[in-house]
């Protein structure tokens, strides 16, 4: 009963590849977000979803784009990959956004790797 | 912008040594403060987190007290343990980023038996 999941846990793909990673909640949660940890181990918010709406865009390429079917999921599309793009993604979740001091729960997070 | 800085790591202790990791923050408003634990190969898990000034968190021996005079969140430990060895981040959450976590570049601690 994993609260939040992430698929795959790696992806290891070549320069000009497309690829998509997912993330699904169990929790119930209003609001969910995607994250990048580059390889110093800094965490940066990418996007924030709140109930399949986007709040949150940061400054990312254009060739990654968010997708939230349902208020559960946000899934991470990635256009014509590049190596920059290697990096520890995360998902997370939390009750609502408006809200002060909302814990975020965080998913085992996906190793992508571009060769 | 807001912004977190954390103390460069690594930190290596002998167990029961005292642990401190120190936090300070620049935002405006009246930011929620966080730590968070990152275990080898894992995400993110709370650790504690406080939402105003001079609210003390604490969990599992760990303690931040939220100091708004200076602007600090430091996470302590009185007898630390080969298992705290992970990767600890700070962190907040204000209204004017969407309350998405703006994080702290993480402190590595090792403790050695």
């Known amino acids: 009963d994993t609260a939040v999941s992430q698929t795959p846990k790696y992806l290891v793909t070549q320069m000009g590849n497309d690829k998509s990673i997912k993330c699904e909640q169990n929790?119930?949660?209003?609001?969910m977000y995607w994250y990048k940890q580059d390889s110093k181990k800094f965490l940066k918010i990418m996007f924030s979803?709140?109930?399949?709406?986007?709040?949150i865009n940061e400054t990312v390429p254009n060739r990654f784009s968010p997708k939230s079917p349902d208020k559960a999921h946000l899934n991470l599309h990635i256009n014509s990959l590049e190596l920059g793009d290697s990096a520890v993604y995360f998902c997370?979740?939390?009750?609502?956004?408006?809200?002060?001091?909302?814990?975020?729960?965080f998913g085992p997070g996906t190793r992508l790797t571009v060769l | 912008g807001d912004s977190v800085t954390q103390m460069e790591g690594p930190v290596t202790l002998s167990e029961e040594a005292f642990l401190t990791i120190n936090c300070t923050y620049t935002a405006t408003g009246y930011p929620s403060l966080f730590w968070y634990v990152q275990y080898p190969g894992e995400g993110l898990q709370l650790l504690l987190k406080a939402t105003k000034a001079d609210d003390k968190g604490s969990n599992k021996g760990f303690e931040a007290t939220y100091r708004k005079e200076t602007t600090s969140f430091h996470l302590e430990k009185g007898s630390v343990q080969v298992s705290d060895s992970a990767v600890y981040f700070c962190?907040?959450?204000?209204?004017?980023?969407?309350?998405?976590?703006?994080f702290g570049k993480g402190t590595s601690l090792l403790v050695t038996p």
């Open positions: 929790l119930g949660h209003d609001t």
């Open positions: 962190a907040l959450q204000n209204s004017n980023s969407g309350y998405a976590l703006n």
């Open positions: 979803y709140n109930n399949k709406e986007l709040i």
């Open positions: 997370a979740s939390s009750q609502d956004t408006g809200t002060r001091a909302d814990t975020q729960y």
